[in-house]
């Protein structure tokens, strides 16, 4: 009978000849009613009894499997002669059908079968297992998984993940690889017309925020006044996932943008209007956007103003501010692209602070802002009071000056 020191004894030499042994193996345990074989490749190969618990871990693989009950086999293993290196772009993809490349490479025999199986959505549990390769009569050793595979419409974080066997029986799962779709973006607005000042030059550029085109129909509507009426209509355009009739969707950038002259004329050319290419100074407008196909917008309206002038409009914000806190933003819109002086004058009509003067440094047509710390060159904090700044636009219509006051308190 063996008493209870030697079975401690014994214990303690058993965990530590096999804690010996799987450590060369990469195992860290292998637990009552387990058994080893190898494969033909020489790779170490599991399996358990009917009813017996087994533990399996392999420094060459993240996945801790227990298994107990019924479990009769570990459905992942792990090999170290099977590698997967992951070639799918590493950007957000505008479309839901995703190229994803996958390396598949066998330091052993030849790769007779792969198979993957994606999650769509975050958090979402794998579905079936689909299969993408299977030649028991292979001979290539290293196949590039080249697939296009469809998700879900706006399910924006998505996983896939690989499976591949050789001829010597070697198999595992790779990683999982997360694939990153646009999908509707819950925050679609405009862009420009400037949506702060609502205010823009009389041939605005037009431009949402990022959405994918692939899931929805977009109509762009331009209405004059403040209302959406069918008697006011300038002109309605339309972009879909099958057709583009107006170039009205940007593809580099999953954007409605484009020159409101530009398709004016284009519009005119197709239906025989004559809407006038630019708008009318000091008037309202409103921009209307319908996405047929979008559960999350269904449509965006928005009134703006258009101005004329080289330099349209000119805000300053917080006014007042309080350079000890915050620096004040300058925002402006500028009909072309020009040079532009930023200067800052005192209430005696002295230049404090000049922001900008360079002729290689362009603003761009549309929406501009810079910030101003409250100081002057000599980098000190200017007093409290009222403060005039100048926008100067230089460009190939001439020079245009603009003015507004801001103010400074709490110093």
């Not at 595979?149 to 799962?173: C, H, L, P, R």
Request: proline share 2%.
């Amino acid at each position: 009978m063996i008493n209870k020191k030697n079975l401690i004894v014994m214990m303690f030499l058993l965990f530590f000849s096999s804690a010996a042994y799987c450590e060369t193996k990469n195992f860290v345990s292998v637990l009552s009613g387990s058994s080893f074989s190898k494969s033909a490749s020489g790779s170490l190969q599991t399996s358990s009894f009917l009813g017996q618990p087994l533990v399996f871990s392999s420094a060459d693989s993240r996945d801790l499997v227990s298994q107990s009950g019924f479990a009769s086999s570990i459905s992942k293993t792990s090999s170290i002669y099977l590698t997967f290196t992951n070639q799918t772009e590493d950007k957000v993809f505008s479309s839901q059908v995703v190229p994803v490349k996958i390396l598949v490479k066998t330091s052993s025999g030849t790769i007779t079968k792969i198979k993957y199986k994606i999650a769509q959505g975050e958090g979402a549990a794998f579905g079936d297992e689909i299969t993408y390769y299977d030649n028991a009569a292979s001979t290539q050793d290293t196949i590039l998984f080249n697939e296009n595979v469809a998700f879900t419409e706006g399910q924006q974080i998505n996983k896939i993940t690989v499976y591949a066997m050789t001829s010597y029986m070697d198999k595992t799962w790779s990683d999982e690889y997360t694939v990153k779709t646009q999908g509707v973006s819950s925050n679609v607005s405009i862009l420009s017309p400037d949506p702060l000042t609502k205010m823009s030059t009389l041939d605005p550029k037009i431009e949402t925020s990022e959405f994918d085109i692939k899931l929805t129909t977009v109509t762009v509507s331009l209405y004059k006044g403040n209302a959406v009426s069918e008697v006011n209509k300038l002109y309605s355009v339309s972009v879909s996932s099958t057709s583009q009739e107006y170039s009205i969707f940007n593809s580099t950038t999953s954007k409605i943008s484009y020159l409101n002259s530009d398709i004016i004329k284009e519009y005119n050319s197709k239906t025989g209007s004559s809407v006038p290419t630019v708008l009318t100074s000091n008037t309202e407008y409103t921009l209307y956007m319908t996405f047929s196909n979008s559960t999350v917008y269904p449509s965006l309206q928005f009134t703006f103003k258009a101005l004329g002038g080289g330099v349209a409009d000119i805000l300053t914000y917080p006014s007042p501010f309080n350079p000890k806190r915050e620096k004040v933003k300058i925002r402006y819109l500028l009909a072309n692209e020009s040079s532009v002086t930023i200067k800052l004058y005192n209430k005696a009509g002295k230049i404090v602070r000049k922001l900008i003067q360079s002729s290689y440094e362009y603003g761009k047509a549309g929406t501009n802002e810079i910030e101003w710390d409250g100081k002057n060159y000599a980098g000190e904090t200017l007093a409290t009071g009222v403060y005039i700044c100048e926008i100067i636009a230089n460009s190939s219509y001439g020079e245009q000056r603009r003015y507004t006051a801001l103010a400074i308190v709490g110093r």
